[in-house]
Structures are given as C-alpha cells and as structure tokens.
C-alpha cells in the first residue's frame, strides 16, 4: 500500500486527508513513478476552493498537484521511452500529491519528462508550472535578445523563472516585486521596482518596456502593461481568474511540449527557483495554508520520503545564482 493526500468535497486544506490506497500497476503505455518531490502551486489551493472546477472539472475525492519528480519503478506492456530507474519529471493533470502514480509514457500525452541529471529532484519537481508556464509566455510575448521585459511579480515561482528565462534569452528585465525581494532579482540580474501605490511613477524613468509579463494578477496588471507596453500582443497575463476584469492584457496560451522546449533553452546554463519551504507529504495542509498566505520567494515542495519529525530547512537566503 501507499499514501495519497486526498479530499472529498470541495473547501479548505481541512478537507485534505491521508489515505492508504495501492500502488499502482501499470496498464499498456504507462509507467510507475515514485514520487521523489512535488511541487505546490497556487492551482492547488485554487483547485481544492472549488474556484476552477468549470475549466478543470475533478473527480472526488480528488487529488492535487500538477508536477513532482521521482523514478520509474515498474513499465507497461509497449513503453519504449522510459526504464525501470529512469529519472521523470510528472507535469500536467492533477494528481500529484500522492507516493505512486501511474502515467502516461508517450510523449504526446506530454505528462511526463526525462529529468536533466544537473536538476536534484526539489528542482526538478518546481520546474514544471513555474519554468513551463515562464516559457509559454515568453514565446507568447515574442521577447527578443537586447529587448526590455516587465515582470510584474518578478518574485514568485512563475515570476523568478520568467526574469531568469528571459535573461538566459539576452533581455533586459525589470521586475516588480515587495523589498525584501529586491535584493535577490538584482542577483538574478533583473531592475526590481516595489509595487504598490506609485508604481506607474517608479516605471517611468525607467523607460519603456518592449514586452510585459504579469505573474500576480489582481486589477493591476492591466493598467501597469497597458500604458507601458505597446502594442497589445507583446503583453501577456499567466494570473487570471474567473471572475476578474477583463482587460487588455491577453491570457496565457501554453505551447506544446512546454517543459521539455523550456529546458532545451536552460541548456547547461544557470537556472535555479528558490525552494522556500519543505513539508512531508503527510503535512500538505500545513504547505497549501503557507503557500496562500504568499511572500515566500520561491517555491514549496512536498517529501514523500519525510516524516514531520524531519529537519527541513529553507533554502539558503542566497538563493539561485544569477543567469549569465
Ligand atoms: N496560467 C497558468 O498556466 C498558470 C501557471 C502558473 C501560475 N499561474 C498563476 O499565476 C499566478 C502566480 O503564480 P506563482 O506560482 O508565481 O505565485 P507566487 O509564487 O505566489 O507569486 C506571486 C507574486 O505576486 C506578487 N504579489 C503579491 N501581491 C501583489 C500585489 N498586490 N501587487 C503586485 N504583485 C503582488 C508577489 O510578490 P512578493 O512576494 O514580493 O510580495 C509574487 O512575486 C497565480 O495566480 C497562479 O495561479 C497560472
């Protein structure tokens, strides 16, 4: 047997359990994978508050997370692409939060990735949503090398990948972010810029932006990108919300094969997301309540193989070494 956090009705992180379910066998083109690390999301929480159960409608019980990273331990009939000891990244649809799964091998199903032997699995687990989701919106923006990008909320999980990615493409980067962050986009070669009242104000001198990334959502995005970036097409928002205003920056549209096209542009190259805070698996609550609360500076990951007893530390305060 084996754990899988799991919820029965839509709610808080008080509706997550623990429960001992198989391990799973795998049918024709799947394979097993031992998680390793998972990582936490704000569709997680989103998820589980029943807030996007139109776009992404869930069997209950339910189980979150949408990346982790782990070992194949067991092939189905037909897989080619993957071994017994392979090294995965899992992305895509929920279901993460759990020891075992068993997944898809094709590549066009597009769920699971060969893991770059540079990448621990923490990193591995994080890249998915926060590099993959970077990635798209970049290309959706058509950023070039020696062209400005703002980002605003340059210093969350989607937020620190973009200002790295876009780097790593030869862009200037500016970054809004609180001051405590500030010092750790500079180190990742972006400008930050506090947000908040005056952010228009504190833009300005500056200069204008070629292109625009917004990673935090909320009414702002719209009025930050629309009067600093032209024209519309070069801006692009990854935080929307049913429910938000509609305005004129245009939503995330992710490309195929978006994790393995975003480390064919990693490469050898610096790339790192801050882990900000490790949980056991069994403490999934405790990572969803911090996670919602915001302000970490980078990401959160879950630890089958932990118990609560463990010494998990942060990350140190550090953090990624800056793209070259
Ligand atoms: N469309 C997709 O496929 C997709 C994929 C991934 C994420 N998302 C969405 O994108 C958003 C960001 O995800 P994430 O994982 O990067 O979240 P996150 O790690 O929580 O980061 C949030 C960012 O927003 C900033 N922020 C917080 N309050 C703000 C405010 N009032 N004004 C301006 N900035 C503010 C934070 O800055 P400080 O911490 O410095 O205060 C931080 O940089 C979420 O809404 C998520 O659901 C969408």
């Not at 998972?38 to 029943?50: Q, T």
């Not at 979150?64 to 009939?77: I, K, N, P, R």
């Not at 962050?181 to 504190?202: M, N």
Request: proline content about 9%.
């Amino acid at each position: 047997m084996s754990t899988a956090v799991l919820f029965d009705a839509y709610g808080t992180s008080d509706e997550l359990y623990g429960a001992e379910v198989p391990v799973p066998v795998p049918a024709s083109g799947e394979v097993v994978v031992r998680y390793t690390a998972i990582g936490v999301n704000p569709i997680d929480w989103k998820l589980l508050g029943g807030d996007l159960r139109d776009l992404v409608p869930m069997d209950l019980p339910g189980c979150l997370g949408v990346e982790a990273a782990g070992v194949v331990v067991d092939v189905g009939a037909g897989v080619r692409r993957f071994q017994v000891g392979n090294a995965v990244i899992r992305h895509g649809r929920p279901g993460t939060y759990r020891q075992y799964d068993a997944v898809p091998a094709a590549q066009e199903a597009d769920e699971l990735t060969a893991q770059p032997g540079r990448f621990s699995a923490e990193q591995a687990a994080v890249l998915p949503v926060a590099a993959g989701t970077a990635y798209s919106a970049l290309v959706q923006v058509g950023l070039r090398a020696g062209e400005r990008l703002l980002v605003r909320g340059a210093s969350g999980g989607v937020g620190l990948a973009a200002v790295q990615l876009a780097r790593l493409m030869g862009a200037e980067v500016i970054g809004t972010a609180s001051a405590r962050h500030h010092r750790l986009l500079r180190r990742l070669g972006a400008t930050p810029v506090a947000y908040g009242d005056g952010l228009l104000d504190r833009l300005a001198p500056l200069g204008p932006s070629d292109a625009s990334v917004d990673c935090a959502g909320g009414p702002q995005p719209t009025e930050t990108a629309a009067e600093l970036v032209q024209p519309r097409v070069r801006r692009v928002t990854v935080a929307w919300e049913p429910g938000a205003r509609a305005g004129d920056v245009p939503h995330l549209e992710h490309v195929p094969l978006e994790l393995a096209s975003t480390l064919d542009l990693i490469g050898h190259r610096p790339f790192e997301l801050p882990v900000a805070a490790r949980f056991p698996l069994s403490q999934a609550a405790e990572a969803l309540d911090l996670g919602r609360k915001g302000g970490l500076g980078g990401k959160i990951v879950l630890l089958p193989g932990a118990t609560p007893t463990d010494r998990l530390h942060p990350t140190s305060p550090e953090g990624p070494r800056p793209a070259s």
